[in-house]
């Protein structure tokens, strides 16, 4: 959604001055990337520990300094999300390694000089496809922008670029940025007050895009490539979220029952669903949308031979044509809404 837009249309205004201004956490070196991924194995040493710790706070003067009309409660509710959000990263990327590690798959000395950038986190987004595409590796990080309050956002188009050019060299395919974007997420997040009551704080989205894919060399299966973004949605009425759909989140419930116990429906039937999915499609520039980050990552699905029995099946049934006079009918190219750019 707001990777699309230009970052100036998210810029901060009236942003506090910081003790410590933010710095762009370079390593000093030809290979760092503002979109670096997160290392395989974050915990390697003590050095990259430090490395990590380094980067953590920097990004962490993004959060706790945010725009002076922000909610300090909705800030509060962004930097949480952010911090529980990276220790699941972290955790995320070392099992995707270590599982792949404990088969002590052989490799080639010049592949493990690449495996050793995506192990300390400074590769190149092409060095992580090689090695997603020459192992057996299911899941992996391509990289991620940290965007908070639309810092950095700049950052995206460039990632989305560099991401491209390395799965095109690699032989795949870039789906095309028209596609919707789907398995939206909303997460409520509250306040907990002393007398044991709780307020809707603002909601966390995720959501995620096909970006594109990679068929494996020997046709054994495909590396799908997703973009993940995720944005905090502000309540407050200064944000311009809808007041009729606030009051009915805080007050559509009958007297002695909490409507978080089924939070899913709750959010459905007072129309903060459809209103944020409409909002996300139509890359809505509102206050209320506050972009946090965008991540492209990848997950391997190796066919079986049921599975090539049932893409044989979809692909026929999409190249279909109009059957002739004969009774002949006659298969065509795929729908233009299957092809892939190249």
Request: aromatic share 12%.
């Amino acid at each position: 959604m707001f990777g699309y837009l230009a970052a100036e249309s998210f810029r901060p205004m009236n942003t506090p001055e910081r003790v410590e201004p933010f710095r762009e956490p370079t390593d000093g070196t030809l290979r760092y990337r503002p979109w670096g991924a997160m290392p395989a194995d974050p915990f390697a040493d003590e050095q990259l520990k430090e490395r990590q710790r380094y980067i953590d706070g920097e990004f962490n003067k993004l959060f706790d300094t945010p725009p002076e009309d922000i909610p300090t409660d909705f800030a509060r509710m962004l930097s949480d999300d952010y911090l529980i959000g990276e220790e699941r990263r972290k955790l995320k990327n070392f099992e995707g390694y270590s599982e792949w590690l404990t088969l002590r798959e052989p490799v080639s000395e010049e592949l493990d000089a690449k495996i050793n950038h995506v192990v300390y986190g400074d590769a190149f987004i092409g060095e992580i496809l090689d090695y997603a595409i020459e192992t057996s590796v299911k899941n992996f990080e391509v990289g991620k922008v940290t965007s908070p309050y639309g810092e950095r956002l700049e950052y995206v188009e460039a990632f989305r670029r560099d991401a491209e050019e390395a799965i095109e060299e690699r032989g795949g395919d870039i789906y095309p940025k028209v596609l919707p974007y789907h398995s939206l997420s909303i997460v409520p997040k509250f306040n907990y007050h002393e007398d044991g009551t709780r307020t809707l704080a603002g909601f966390v989205i995720r959501y995620k895009r096909d970006f594109g894919r990679i068929v494996l060399p020997d046709r054994s299966g495909v590396i799908h490539i997703v973009e993940r973004q995720i944005a905090g949605i502000r309540i407050d009425e200064a944000s311009g979220f809808p007041a009729v759909i606030k009051f009915m989140l805080e007050n559509h419930v009958k007297e002695g029952e909490d409507p978080w116990e089924n939070a899913e429906k709750h959010i459905r039937d007072c129309g903060a669903e459809g209103f944020i999915m409409k909002a996300v499609q139509a890359d809505s520039r509102e206050p209320f949308f506050v972009p946090d980050s965008t991540t492209i990552y990848g997950h391997k699905e190796i066919y079986t031979e049921q599975t090539k029995k049932d893409m044989l099946a979809k692909i026929a049934m999409r190249s279909i044509g109009p059957v002739e006079d004969d009774g002949i009918a006659y298969f065509g190219p795929a729908h233009p809404g299957h092809i892939l750019k190249k």
